[in-house]
């Protein structure tokens, strides 16, 4: 994912960036208001997510978050260290998604990242892509001999069908919707799982080992030491 982080601190931003890259972000640095706006103007390639600290040295944080709003529907956080609720408050009226305050810990930043990622459909994705009904069936996920049926929760690899445990399935397609994306330890139990990670991370690791044996794939997916996994695509034969 994208993400265009706007914070005038150089050492805060560096350190931040670090952390995000590690999860799997591409980070853009905007210093300013005026950067951050020429960084979403249309015809750019777009954002996931934004970052917003209201701390500017060129224009109130406010006023940038107004005028984002107005260029795009990319979901902003503010990363303030305005804890008041006034503030909170203002900030949300004015379109931001959510608001969190410094000192902030980095892992419940990034699960606010994902949250908001998932409320909102990627600017990428709208408009007439194909033929396909808005409400008709999602087609099959196709990479390389691997076929996944969201629908009918049917997995094929070279045309032969796999069973898959309930669990099994969910996390092969948590990871196969987005492809090369690191998704986090965390992220995995709490969307597969429903519930947090303490206790949980041998089930995940009996599962991705389970996922490798049936599938006959064992690079199909990474393990991203200290972070999480990945799905790699097979190459098409």
């Known amino acids: 994912m994208r993400l265009l982080l706007v914070e005038d601190d150089n050492h805060v931003a560096a350190a931040l960036s670090a952390v995000l890259a590690r999860h799997g972000f591409d980070v853009t640095h905007a210093r300013g208001g005026e950067e951050a706006l020429q960084a979403l103007l249309p015809g750019r390639t777009p954002f996931g997510v934004i970052l917003l600290d209201l701390g500017l040295p060129d224009r109130d944080g406010f006023e940038v978050c107004g005028r984002i709003r107005r260029l795009t529907a990319t979901p902003v956080i503010m990363v303030t260290a305005r804890a008041d609720v ?11 998604d959510d608001y969190v305050v410094k000192p902030y810990d980095p892992m419940e930043l990034l699960a606010r990242i994902h949250a908001v990622s998932r409320r909102t459909v990627p600017a990428e994705t709208t408009g007439p892509a194909d033929d396909t009904p808005a409400d008709g069936p ?3 996920l196709r990479l390389g001999p691997l076929t996944i049926e969201l629908p009918t929760r049917q997995v094929a690899v070279g045309g032969s069908t796999v069973p898959l445990t309930r669990k099994e399935f969910d996390l092969l397609a948590l990871l196969a ?9 965390e992220q995995i139990i709490s969307e597969v799982w429903r519930t947090s990670w303490e206790g949980t991370g041998r089930t995940l690791e009996v599962h991705i080992a389970s996922l490798r044996s049936k599938l006959r794939m064992p690079a199909l997916i990474e393990t991203v030491r200290g972070v999480g996994y990945r799905l790699v695509p097979p190459p098409v034969r």
Not at 86 to 96: C, F, M, P, T, V
Not at 177 to 185: D, I, S
């Open 86 to 96: 006034r503030s909170r408050i203002h900030g949300l009226n004015l379109g931001a």
């Open 138 to 140: 999602r087609p099959p």
């Open 177 to 185: 919707q987005r492809p090369g994306v690191v998704f986090r330890r």
